[in-house]
């Protein structure tokens, strides 16, 4: 469950200035996408080319389309007050009845298209808490005045467009809107590959998550390693905050993603022990002036880069009825006293986007969760069905300050939660969960239960 995650901002701006990149990043830009336009071209000349009587028909084949997706719908009932102010003044909120809601966290459509020849496509279209909604009506009580109106307040985000060629098993080149696996639930954030109602609360909440970017992206397996390099935009030292770190640094409130700062993502996977996935991720680039307004002749921040560097660590096991899954995330911001001032003083203007926060210049999570099968005691008996019953812990802190900047006690927090899984056949699973946030003991416990069913399917 994400408690205080970043805000992605949405709004439109008439762009009124523009950054450039220097000459030689412009080099080095037109240099990789020449490169990977030659490769692909020189691929197909290699290939052999079949009859138009066979390639035409291949491109219109009901066989080479794949289509699926995934869904959420949630039932949550937290025993805390959601006022705002629960924080600053905690005595004042302890004897709340709490909040119950409704939601659908997501709601996911997968299409791709296998072209032959190594060629394939992919996309993703996501329905974030039930999509969005808006209308405009005339008021009659109000002498015919037309009123718009937001019905519902959702989000609707293309997560993955790419165009994908493939080489063998242990070279493939991706282009396009695409995924970036750095954490465990950015790699594998389905509803099936995690317990919770909700996705594992410390990485949903430092992390941008589901992490997705345009760029470029090379992976591959070979024997037991699999391997996954990119190249993408920054994030944006703007967005960072307080309450959620990095969580809503990738997002943009414009039409396109600025791109002054580029940065490298990379993600490798060890299958050696039967049963057994160890993964290594990281994330590495400047964050600062990776927007449209800038200060670069600035004295002050002229010389300033914010670097980031994200390392995490994650893994699952599978024996028998027992599953095992668990994280470690560190992240560290360089000049985040210097970039804490600058936020503080971004416009104030109607319509800003910018969240203005103090900025961490570290924040960790940390994960474990384990569950059992017990349908897998009775040999095979139960049809297929499976029975989870499971536990999950973590700890983390999204505002680790830099300098002399004091600490804020309700970024640290701890969250222990146990529940039920059960599978009536393999897409389908029925969750419920109960647990409690604990903080320091000046604030407020933070207990909650959820019930939620979810579907994951890909079919062709």
Known sequence: MRCNGGIPYFCHHRIVKYNTLNTMKTKYLTFIFLSFALLFSASDIAAQTPPPSESTPSLLSIRRLSIGGYGEAVYQYNFFSDNPFRYSNADRYKDSKGHGRVDMPHAVINLGYD????WSFGTEIEFEHGGTEAAVEMEAEESGEYEKEIERGGEVALEQFWLQKSFGAAVNLRAGHIIVPVGGTNAAHEPDKFFGVFRPEGEN??????WHETGLELFGRMGDW????????SLNSSYFTESG???????????????NRLAGAARIDNYSVPGLRLSLSGF???????DIVTNESSKKYGSVKGLVYIGAFDFSYRH???????NADYGHLDEADIISTYNKNL????????PRSLVGEAAYALGIEAGYDIFSLF?????????FLFGRYDRYNSYLPAGVRSTIGWTERQCVSAGINYRPIPAIIVKAEGGVRLMDSQYNKEPWMALGITWVGMFN
């Not at 809503?248 to 396109?256: D, K, L, V």
Request: with cysteine; net charge positive.
């Open 115 to 118: 072209f032959g020849h190594g």
């Open 284 to 290: 590495v680039g400047n964050t600062f002036f990776n």
């Open 347 to 354: 416009s104030h203007a109607t319509g800003s986007p910018f």
């Open 320 to 326: 028998g009825g027992l599953v095992v899954r668990g």
């Open 226 to 233: 699999r391997y996954d390099v990119m190249l993408l935009p």
């Open 205 to 210: 909440t430092i992390l941008p998550c589901t």
């Open 245 to 259: 770190w990095a969580n809503g640094a990738s997002a943009s409130p414009y039409e396109f993603r600025v791109a």
């Open 379 to 387: 040999d095979g008996t139960m049809g297929g069905r499976r029975l």
